[in-house]
């Protein structure tokens, strides 16, 4: 069973930084596709980054040049570098992971979250 654990979450000011680091339990290589969510309270769970296996990165319009989603393979892990934090950055941060097979729908995995709190 796979296993996505978040860390680095905290409380930061206002253009402060943070970064979050997703641990798998498996070769991150056997994923297709890794991302970051977010869930602010009263909101719907959104995209905030992803990569694919290839390398691509794609990132959501609120966080483009503030974020930045990277992987290491070796460490199996991937990692969501924040900076100039605002106060509607807070939300709890996911993990997801993703493998792929043709014809079929894929496995989907996620971690626990971690709360990141943009406060002064």
């Known amino acids: 069973q796979v296993q996505l654990v978040e860390t680095g979450g905290g409380l930061v000011q206002p253009g402060g930084s943070l970064r979050l680091s997703c641990a798998a339990s498996g070769s991150i290589l056997s994923f297709n596709y890794m991302g970051w969510y977010r869930q602010a309270p009263g909101k719907q769970r959104e995209l905030v980054a992803d990569i694919i296996s290839g390398g691509t990165t794609n990132y959501a319009d609120s966080v483009k040049g503030r974020f930045t989603i990277s992987r290491d393979n070796a460490k199996n892990t991937v990692y969501l570098q924040m900076s100039s934090l605002k106060p509607e950055d807070t939300a709890v941060y996911y993990c997801?992971?993703?493998?792929?097979?043709?014809?079929?729908?894929?496995?989907?995995?996620w971690g626990q979250g971690t709360q990141v709190t943009v406060s002064s």
């Open positions: 997801n992971a993703e493998k792929w097979f043709r014809g079929l729908p894929p496995y989907v995995y």
